[in-house]
């Protein structure tokens, strides 16, 4: 069956990076894109960004251009989101999900990033 | 790229029906077939409901259903369950490889 396995929660201090992992299995990775998806604490969902595993091409949200950067590695089925110059605003559940026709049909578990000193 | 405008709450007794609005604009829900409906749970994943406007993957019960008319997708929940109390998001392509979410909708089951 169709997975995404994203790694556990982080916490870091304001102005790290943080690099979040999901691993696809039970499908073709390089056929479907992957989006990633914010939900900072009681908010509503947001998108971040969108990579195409196949080519490795990306698309950004303009909010989060220059704070994030998007790759994959073909050989772990591995899509990776890396978040920088953390701040408190950043503090977030941070999902992967799998984009199958016209819908998000497979999700990540989600990754708890939380920014504290 | 604007969020696109959902009520914040909508509630029902256990029978009956609910529209769920998703207002956008011509750039986004306006221009695209690409509209999606996602259920998600207090501390859960959210949950694919609807795709393309009208589509429901295998699973979903037919008691979703999805339209649109010009810049507003809507979700239908006929025959209210306790079950279906949650909240709802709709998303839309918006060209170019972006995406964007609706606000987010709490469906009350009273």
């Known amino acids: 069956q169709v997975q995404l396995v994203q790694s556990g929660a982080e916490v870091m201090q304001p102005g790290a990076s943080v690099k979040v992992s999901c691993k696809a299995s039970?499908?073709?990775?390089?056929?479907?894109?992957i989006h990633w998806v914010r939900q900072a604490p009681g908010q509503g969902l947001e998108w971040v960004g969108i990579?195409?595993?196949?080519?490795?091409?990306?698309s950004y949200a303009q909010k989060f251009q220059g704070k994030v950067t998007m790759t994959r590695d073909t050989s772990t089925s591995t899509v990776y989101m890396e978040l920088s110059s953390l701040r408190s605003d950043d503090a977030a559940v941070y999902y992967c999900?799998?984009?199958?026709?016209?819908?998000?049909?497979?999700w990540g578990q989600g990754t708890l990033v939380t920014v504290s000193s | 790229q604007s969020a696109l405008t959902q009520p914040r709450s909508v509630s029902g007794s256990p029978g009956q029906s609910v529209t769920i609005s998703c207002t956008g604009t011509?750039?986004?829900?306006?221009?695209?077939?690409?509209i999606s409906w996602y259920q998600q749970h207090p501390g859960k994943a959210p949950k694919l409901m609807i795709y393309?406007?009208?589509k429901r993957p295998s699973g979903v019960p037919d008691r979703f259903s999805g339209s649109k008319s010009g810049n507003t997708a809507s979700l239908t929940i006929s025959g209210l369950q306790a079950e279906d109390e949650a909240d709802y998001y709709c998303?839309?392509?918006?060209?170019?490889?972006?995406?964007?979410f609706g606000t987010g909708t709490k469906v009350t089951v009273l």
């Open positions: 999900a799998r984009l199958f026709t016209g819908g998000l049909d497979s």
């Open positions: 039970g499908y073709t990775f390089t056929s479907y894109y």
């Open positions: 990579v195409n595993p196949s080519g490795g091409t990306t």
């Open positions: 011509s750039s986004d829900v306006g221009s695209y077939n690409y």
């Open positions: 393309d406007v009208t």
């Open positions: 998303y839309s392509y918006a060209g170019s490889y972006t995406y964007v």
